[in-house]
């Protein structure tokens, strides 16, 4: 099977950590789920894919990381970021949900740079991404992949409609390797890159393009 790579970041990329205050309260040892996304808006299906990850990996926080502005979509259709990370806030439950703009206070637009950020400010955190399946599908295309799948454990969520796009995806295809079985989920936090695993729950159906077609069009809500 052919691969297509999106292309590694530089290893030095995104800002140097010096006096950024990313308000994040996180220890040595902490089990972190990063869960990025434009959250345009936020939903009920956001909301389970991060507790269902928060339950079945033991996190102790759940950091919803609100994009300026995704660089693969239009930015005509997005809301503004107040806006959005109010919409997070309104869905991200209980004291282990953290929502955060700490994308725009870093300056970083590629989720490849954002991992790697953090990963330097937070020494001995033990960072997951979390994805629900649906960017299983497409994370071939995304800039630097392969250097995420091998910064940090994968956790990626079954949600409806892309079932089976994500089971054979190429990156899913690319690491199978490294896949970890859904009953050894509590271990994944801890172990070394690349591990991932699919994680499947009841369905929850909401998305965000759905809520803005049907309150009528593409327009920022």
Avoid: C
Wanted: glycine fraction near 10%.
């Amino acid at each position: 099977m052919t691969f297509f790579h999106a292309g590694s970041a530089p290893k030095g990329a995104g800002p140097r950590s010096g006096a950024l205050r990313d308000g994040l309260i996180l220890s040595p040892g902490m089990k972190v789920g990063l869960f990025g996304g434009s959250f345009n808006p936020a939903h009920d299906g956001h909301a389970h894919v991060a507790e269902t990850a928060q339950r079945r990996l033991g996190l102790d926080r759940v950091i919803w990381l609100v994009s300026p502005q995704n660089p693969l979509k239009d930015a005509r259709h997005s809301a503004p970021l107040a806006d959005r990370m109010a919409s997070a806030r309104g869905h991200a439950h209980g004291p282990s949900m953290i929502v955060s703009d700490f994308e725009t206070r870093a300056g970083v637009a590629w989720t490849v740079d954002t991992l790697r950020l953090l990963v330097a400010r937070h020494p001995g955190v033990h960072f997951v991404w979390l994805m629900g399946s649906d960017n299983l599908a497409s994370f071939h295309r995304w800039r630097g992949w392969t250097d995420i799948m091998r910064l940090m454990p994968v956790a990626v969520i079954a949600r409806p409609g892309s079932l089976l796009d994500s089971r054979t995806a190429p990156a899913a295809a690319r690491f199978a390797g490294a896949r970890v079985p859904a009953e050894q989920a509590g271990l994944l936090a801890t172990l070394q890159a690349p591990a991932w695993t699919y994680l499947t729950a009841p369905l929850n159906p909401r998305s965000s393009s759905a809520i803005r077609a049907a309150r009528g069009s593409e327009k920022p809500v």
